[in-house]
């Protein structure tokens, strides 16, 4: 099994980008867990996936544990709650040190990275969390988004409310809901922009169509939310629900740094009968998704342009695999 | 979703970076988040950085898993993506 690639695709007419794609050679890894005993996919998800382990982990267990009805109160544990978010925090910084100091060509800031790195990996306890957080809170204060001047050239999707697990059940519908999730009958973003829309700076770029620059802001409020939840973990502790949803039918959700992620679990005795995954990436590179509108009528001068265009959108849109962007002519 | 295949290191190379095999196929990564990384251990890439470094047994063990997903679920895995 390959990890695959994002392909996305620019269609360029040497003064602006007419049209963008997105393919996928990433496997739907969650079909394959079909007819596998329960236990052998608690087993085999955290060893399935890398940089969102424990998030998988947690909505795989939790759901599960729903749709095996052994519990009225499913919720997460503590443990549950702080590894996702030391989790979320590690691919935030992973974001903002590591990939765009480097797209925008600025000094690596690999080594600070590495230091936030090394230090979340040693937090131990809810002690430990609560001195990280306040490290990291103090940290946050001195740092700001990268800034661009980009703005919206055509109406943007709609931001994926916050749903709990059990509102979920009725949004899942047909069967390529997992490959190409749409709410409503329509594309959605998730992600940091989605929980922090009402942040006032958030709030103010948004009204002005700075989108871009709306998900970078987001994505700091994100990491003072997380970073003040370690603090106080009854403040993030909606960060992760589940529900039994149907006789043997159990569905979690987990919101991770990219977004909103949900399994769906259906049991047949002690074997799947049908398991989805939704994750963050489906829903910001559906084909009619905020990636593909945002894309089309940018102006580019040059194909060099267009390519460093669709990386920042990308990029601020937070995929969870490689991405590779080509540029055709019209 | 990022899938954790665990890769073998063929080679170590200058300035934190090393050659690793994927499915037949060499490519550079960096492993300056990992440490004491040798020639024939097992890391977990994201994005052309080793993440975590796997210990033989719990390698063998991935891939063990990986495997028994066999064939035929890989086909349907991978039929359908958009």
Same mark, same amino acid.
């Given at each position: 099994m390959e990890q695959g690639v994002l392909q996305l695709e620019l269609t360029w007419d040497g003064r602006q980008i007419v049209a963008a794609g997105v393919a996928s050679t990433r496997p739907m890894a969650a079909r394959a867990l079909r007819g596998l005993p329960f236990a052998r996919v608690l087993e085999f998800v955290p060893r399935l996936f890398g940089l969102c382990r424990h998030a998988q982990d947690s909505a795989a267990r939790l759901s599960l544990l729903a749709a095996r009805g052994q519990r009225s109160d499913i919720s997460a544990t503590p443990a549950q709650t702080l590894a996702v978010t030391l989790e979320a925090i590690g691919e935030h910084l992973w974001r903002l040190l590591l990939d765009w100091p480097q797209l925008r060509g600025e000094p690596s800031r690999q080594g600070e990275f590495l230091l936030w790195r090394k230090r979340l990996l040693g937090v131990a306890d809810g002690l430990g969390a609560a001195a990280f957080g306040a490290r990291l809170l103090a940290w946050l204060d001195a740092e700001a988004p990268p800034c661009f001047d980009d703005r919206l050239r055509s109406a943007p999707v709609a931001l994926l409310p916050r749903l709990s697990a059990a509102e979920w059940e009725s949004h899942f #519908?047909?069967? #390529?809901f997992s490959e190409r999730p749409t709410f409503a009958g329509q594309p959605a973003e998730t992600g940091a922009l989605a929980r922090h829309a009402d942040d006032p700076a958030v709030s103010a770029l948004l009204a002005d169509g700075q989108r871009l620059q709306a998900r970078l802001q987001a994505r700091y409020a994100d990491l003072r939310g997380l970073a003040r939840g370690l603090a106080e973990p009854e403040q993030w502790s909606t960060c992760l629900d589940a529900a039994a949803?149907?006789?043997?039918c159990g569905l979690a959700r987990v919101e991770t740094a990219r977004g909103t992620l949900l399994h769906r679990v259906e049991l047949d005795g002690d074997r799947v009968a049908r398991y989805a995954i939704v994750a963050p990436t489906e829903w910001n590179f559906h084909p009619q998704g905020a990636f593909v509108r945002e894309m089309a009528g940018r102006p580019a001068r040059t194909r060099a342009e267009a390519a460093l265009a669709a990386r920042r959108l990308a990029l601020s849109l937070d995929p969870c695999a490689a991405f590779a962007v080509t540029v055709d002519d019209a | 979703m990022c899938l954790a295949l665990p890769c073998r290191i063929v080679e170590l190379r200058g300035a934190d970076q090393a050659l690793i095999d994927v499915a037949g196929v060499g490519k550079e990564i960096s492993l300056a988040l990992v440490e004491d990384v040798a020639v024939g251990d097992y890391v977990i890439v994201h994005v052309g950085y080793a993440l975590t470094r796997l210990d033989p047994e719990g390698a063998e063990k991935t891939l063990a898993l990986f495997a028994e997903l066999g064939a035929a679920a890989l086909q349907e895995a991978t039929r359908g993506v958009a």
């Open positions: #519908h047909g069967d #390529h949803v149907a006789e043997r | -």
